[in-house]
């Protein structure tokens, strides 16, 4: 295949490309509008290969879309360009409006447009692949709440976001949706957990910590650190990216979870752990730990089912939050730069 990978150099754009390129006989086009979290860099390994080419394109233009569709002939669309950080969305919403509602019915209406001019059988084989998050389901009961079973998000979970971010993301969600039951344009929805792994922007909680406990800066935990996420290997995520893309059925949903839920202050306390390990210092970075005021809005708990996927499309994550976070760090000591 020919894939169209919007947001290409983005963290998990970057890593679903690098898989592509090195591990399957596909071709690879990204358009990237090379924002502030965008880096070419993550891309060096493979940017050289004849199996890739790079289009600096806002996905909010109609024009250069139509001309990328018109020129590469995609078989399949994997769309992960969005805003996607919820601090940024409370203090400035707008771009994620214009760019997570306003740019994903634009890249909807060129694919279209293109996939209905396409003959039959091409028609048939096109995929237009949603890559969404768990946010758009709000939040869940939280094990401080004194119940005994606690639920996870599945694929037939409510959608009640909670901030400008996850609401953007949920409206492109409902957007892929009703164009493939009023157009038919065969598509398929995922929502993942919180990634993680190398090449993250450190703006993101982990790599955040890393850098802050490296250059002795404090290592600031949103309220009392109690909220809960599901972590997710980006490794792990891109292999189910994949399985859903060539695998998938037509209109389903996939959830994709790491089966890691850790609070925030755990996931601080194990970065420290290790570092106090690779890095030792006279004291341990945890005493660098500080609380500050908490989010506004803040969820207090994300978990993934991620049964079905395992179920129809055989994919199980690879990594432990252990090896995860420890490879993660070590890619972070050894790439400074």
């Not at 754009?13 to 086009?29: N, P």
């Not at 409902?174 to 792994?197: D, E, F, I, K, M």
């Not at 993101?204 to 800066?217: E, Q, T």
């Amino acid at each position: 295949m020919k894939i169209l990978v919007t947001g290409g150099a983005g963290f998990i754009g970057s890593a679903v490309i690098r898989y592509i390129i090195e591990h399957t006989q596909d071709s690879v086009v990204n358009l990237d509008k090379l924002t502030y979290a965008g880096n070419l860099a993550a891309l060096a390994v493979i940017e050289h290969s004849p199996k890739y080419w790079f289009e600096r394109v806002d996905i909010c233009d109609r024009a250069e879309l139509d001309r990328i569709f018109s020129q590469y002939q995609p078989d399949a669309v994997m769309h992960l360009a969005a805003e996607s950080h919820v601090d940024r969305s409370i203090s400035g919403p707008a771009d994620f409006i214009q760019t997570n509602i306003v740019g994903t019915y634009q890249l909807l209406e060129a694919a279209r447009e293109y996939w209905q001019a396409l003959s039959e059988d091409a028609k048939s084989a096109f995929r237009f692949h949603h890559i969404s998050t768990d946010e758009v389901f709000g939040d869940l009961p939280h094990p401080d709440d004194g119940l005994q079973a606690l639920p996870q998000f599945t694929e037939c979970s409510s959608y009640a976001p909670s901030s400008p971010y996850s609401a953007s993301k949920a409206s492109s969600d409902h957007l892929v949706r009703a164009w493939q039951r009023t157009y038919g344009l065969p598509v398929l929805v995922t929502n993942c957990s919180n990634n993680y792994g190398p090449y993250q922007f450190p703006e993101k909680l982990i790599p955040l910590v890393i850098l802050n406990a490296l250059a002795g800066k404090t290592l600031p935990v949103y309220g009392n650190g109690t909220q809960i996420r599901d972590w997710l290997y980006v490794d792990d995520h891109v292999r189910a990216l994949y399985k859903v893309l060539t695998q998938g059925q037509v209109g389903e949903t996939y959830n994709i979870g790491g089966h890691n839920e850790k609070r925030n202050l755990e996931v601080v306390q194990a970065i420290c752990r290790i570092l106090d390990e690779l890095v030792p210092q006279d004291t341990s970075y945890a005493e660098l730990i500080e609380f500050v005021t908490d989010r506004q809005g803040h969820d207090r708990r994300y978990a993934i089912d991620a049964s079905k996927i395992g179920r129809e499309l055989g994919w199980q994550p690879l990594e432990t939050f252990e090896t995860g976070l420890r490879k993660t760090v070590e890619w972070y000591l050894n790439n400074r730069t």
